[in-house]
């Protein structure tokens, strides 16, 4: 069985996949329920629910960001823990899932849905992560980017466009147009790392898991000297 797992944003995603079918979960983290406390919980809830054991899980795919540093190191880490352990290992994008999810929901719909959409997720700091998706692949079709709230507009322009919906309600006024619909974000998302858990394992492993931050931390912006020496694959992590 491969695990999927997503710890990007508040929400947690797990997925299991084998041969005997796949299981899903979903947990909202808070002040009083970080992500560190819920993930392997919740895995093991999984795991019961799947009738399997910490022993059947094989490899772990897993989101490497952009998202909350914290909460993204929790999975990234964990990821790692496993890999240690001798499981394969390997890394997607929040981007990619999120692009996945749309395309599994749009092909269920009468119209078919665009062609391409603009993911956006959140980047803090009145900031956007943005990278645009062809559904039919589904691929990129160009590098992620960074951008201030009040450049969305222009930079979306005339192109489709999709956020999650907690931070949707800051990136819909910044664009001036509503986003692609998606009935169930939580369902759709959930069904993508499914699709993920069959994907990754025909892809190379990777070892060590490299996340995709796309900017510097806090620490950095405001000690710029004390992190100078960083190369850039550690101050954003590598791109996808």
Known sequence: ???????????????LAGQGGSWTKRALTGPNNSASSVLL????????????ARKDIKGVAACVGPGGFTSLRVGVATAEGLA???LDVWGFSAF??????LRLAQAASEDGGP????????????????????????APLGPAEKVPLDKLQSIVGPRAWWAPARFCEQ??????????ALEDEGKATLAALVELCHACPIRP????LAPFYLRETDAEVNFPEASKHLKEEHRKGVAR
């Not at 919980?41 to 399997?52: K, M, R, T, Y």
């Not at 492993?205 to 060590?208: A, D, F, K, S, V």
Request: charged share 20%.
């Open 1 to 15: 069985m491969i695990l999927g797992l997503d710890t990007a944003t508040e929400w947690v995603h797990l997925a």
């Open 41 to 52: 919980p919740s895995v093991d809830e999984l795991l019961s629910d799947a009738g399997a």
């Open 84 to 86: 240690v352990c001798g």
């Open 96 to 101: 990619e899932l999120r692009a996945r999810a």
């Open 115 to 138: 062609k391409s959409v603009c993911v956006v997720l959140d980047g803090q700091r009145n900031e956007a992560f943005l990278q645009e998706w062809d559904m039919a692949a589904p």
């Open 171 to 180: 990136a819909q006024p910044a664009i001036g147009k509503p986003p692609v």
């Open 205 to 208: 492993t990777e070892n060590p």
